[in-house]
């Protein structure tokens, strides 16, 4: 997650309750508005955190201290500056951001800032939610207040997806456009899905919200084959793949496919789609790199189509339409560390990539989905790390939408590469095979 304060709104007393005047500062994550808050009230929830989380707190950035006169606009700005830096070292901390105070402090600052109309517990709404295949879910009794965890338990109600099962699942918002789903970002436990989908609607105005699979390991897929409404919802998250690959990538297995659709085989289905190239992939379209990833040749700003998936960014370049695409892979195991940069001209994200032995180098993506990319590659690293510390027991991890859920590990390591991913790799000539190392 990106947090930032970008700016703030002055309050006139005109126009305040206790008729004084004072600063909202306005908490955006991952470049959306979430919420408004006074100093007054981060001030309390920094000496909450320090009470109930004192070793978590050790290295976070020191508070701005309060100050018993007006501030000036530079000290404002200086002031917003600061909580800024706090808020962004707050949100690194994996202890933190998964405690019951972090969640319901930033639940009800979304519910106080864009609850224009007073709710209680009798109101109720019903949302519809989407699944890959453009089928809908009509959600209902549900109250405007409830954060995405109980959206998420109503639809595996809905469903009658038992609760082991909805592990693997998380809820997204989309954008809906040219008859496609273009992904946007998860939704986290600390939010209304009601609230954040109303305030995206004012930038998309065709968005939805939208339940899959929240997973990258594929050896997670097995476990949900033998139950037939997991299978089923792998299934369409499974066919929506195909559709979006399909035109990337010639294969000789879309007409078997489409033999074992035909004729209902879905578990068939799943094993023979899982052998296709972008299988548990997330695709954005509208990204650019500089190309060839080296120290030593003349580079280039290129587009390009980024594939995220099976524990790598896969950048797809077509440079000459005479000449097969080119296909970089950067390994997750081989990113030391990355950041996200957000400025008002620009989004990218950078990683400090092992590029051969001793070699270390950043490479920048620029592409507004920066934010969804790091999202992804920290839970990828969360998978990763979990199956190394213990790949035979049960482990809580984080999945994309910070929720902490039981992911049961398996006892063969890594995802197998396919056939199709041994070739791609074995023709990267960025990288010096005899010092292919992880970090």
């Known amino acids: 997650m990106h947090f930032s304060i970008p700016d703030t709104t002055e309050i006139s007393a005109k126009n305040s309750n206790n008729q004084q005047s004072y600063t909202l500062f306005n908490i955006h994550i991952n470049g959306v508005h979430h919420c408004s808050v006074r100093y007054s009230q981060l001030r309390t929830f920094n000496e909450e955190l320090q009470r109930l989380l004192p070793s978590a707190m050790a290295n976070i950035e020191i508070f701005p201290p309060k100050k018993f006169f007006s501030l000036s606009p530079k000290e404002t700005e200086d002031r917003r500056v600061l909580l800024e830096h706090y808020i962004q070292s707050i949100v690194q901390n994996k202890f933190i951001i998964t405690s019951s105070y972090f969640k319901e402090f930033f639940l009800n600052a979304q519910r106080e800032t864009f609850t224009t109309e007073s709710f209680d517990n009798n ?6 939610i989407c699944l890959l295949n453009n089928h809908e879910l009509i959600i209902e009794n549900l109250s405007p207040n409830d954060n995405t965890s109980r959206l998420l338990d109503a639809c595996a109600l809905k469903l009658q997806v038992q609760q082991d099962f909805l592990t693997y699942f998380s809820l997204y918002l989309y954008e809906q456009k040219d008859n496609q789903l273009n992904i946007i970002r998860p939704l986290y436990e600390f939010e209304s899905p009601y609230l954040s989908l109303k305030q995206l609607k004012k930038t998309y105005q065709q968005s939805c919200i939208v339940l899959k699979k929240s997973y990258w390991d594929l050896d997670f897929d097995l476990k949900l084959l033998d139950d037939r409404r997991a299978r089923n919802l792998l299934f ?3 066919q929506y793949e195909i559709e979006q690959s399909q035109d990337l990538y010639p294969s000789d297995i879309y007409r078997q496919l489409d033999i ?3 004729n209902k085989s879905f578990k068939d289905y799943i094993l023979l789609a899982r052998t296709s190239k972008f299988y548990g992939h997330i695709i954005l379209q509208k990204c650019s790199l500089l190309y060839p990833i080296n120290e030593t040749t003349k580079q280039k700003l290129c587009q390009c189509l980024l594939a995220i998936g099976n524990n790598e960014l896969l950048c797809c370049f077509n440079l000459d339409e ?3 695409a080119k296909e970089v892979s950067l390994k997750v195991t081989r990113i030391r560390c990355w ?11 950078s990683v400090e ?17 920066a934010a969804l990319i790091s999202s992804c590659l920290q839970s990828m690293v969360d998978e990763i790390i979990a199956k190394r510390i213990d790949t035979t027991s049960p482990v809580t991890t984080s999945n994309e939408s910070t929720t902490e859920r039981a992911l049961p590990k398996t006892a063969n390591g890594l995802a197998t590469r396919t056939e199709a991913d041994l070739e791609r790799l074995n023709n990267n000539d960025i990288f010096d095979r005899n010092d292919d190392d992880d970090l």
Do not use: F
């Open 339 to 349: 950041k996200v940069n957000w400025t008002k001209q620009n989004v990218d994200i």
């Open 322 to 324: 005479k000449k097969k």
């Open 123 to 128: 109101d109720k709404i019903n949302l519809t």
């Open 353 to 369: 990539y092992l590029i051969q032995k001793g070699t270390l180098i950043w490479i920048t993506i620029h592409t507004e989905q």
């Open 260 to 262: 074992l659709r035909e």
């Open 236 to 238: 369409v998250q499974a």
